[in-house]
């Protein structure tokens, strides 16, 4: 089992930076790769980015050049950095795990962490 526990959103306004973190727990060694999705109201959960354990990452292009992914193995813990955020940043954040597979199939999700970005 692995359990995975978001913090760091908040409220902040356009043009502004958050940090997020997510911090893994339990059978950490089965981790893979790790991510970041986010889903706004109404909206469908969508991929923010990627990282492999190798730290290769991938981001959406809505993000690209204002977020960045980050993990440390040691610690298993996955970062994003989130800067220039634009109102339609807002979403709430989940932290995803690869569990047992090289493929960036995500089992285990964080509870979330809400991001509201005001004009």
């Known amino acids: 089992q692995v359990q995975l526990v978001e913090s760091g959103g908040g409220l902040v306004q356009a043009g502004g930076s958050l940090t997020l973190s997510c911090a893994a727990s339990g059978s950490i060694s089965r981790i893979n790769a790790m991510a970041w999705y986010r889903q706004a109201p109404g909206k469908q959960r969508e991929l923010v980015a990627t990282?492999?354990?190798?730290?290769?990452?991938n981001y959406a292009d809505s993000v690209k050049g204002r977020f960045t992914i980050s993990r440390d193995n040691a610690k298993m813990t996955v970062h994003l950095q989130m800067n220039s955020l634009k109102p339609e940043d807002t979403a709430v954040y989940y932290c995803?795990?690869?569990?047992?597979?090289?493929?960036?199939?995500?089992?285990?999700w964080g509870q979330g962490t809400q991001v509201t970005v005001s004009s």
């Open positions: 990282i492999t354990r190798g730290a290769n990452t």
């Open positions: 995803g795990a690869a569990i047992a597979t090289q493929t960036l199939t995500f089992s285990a």
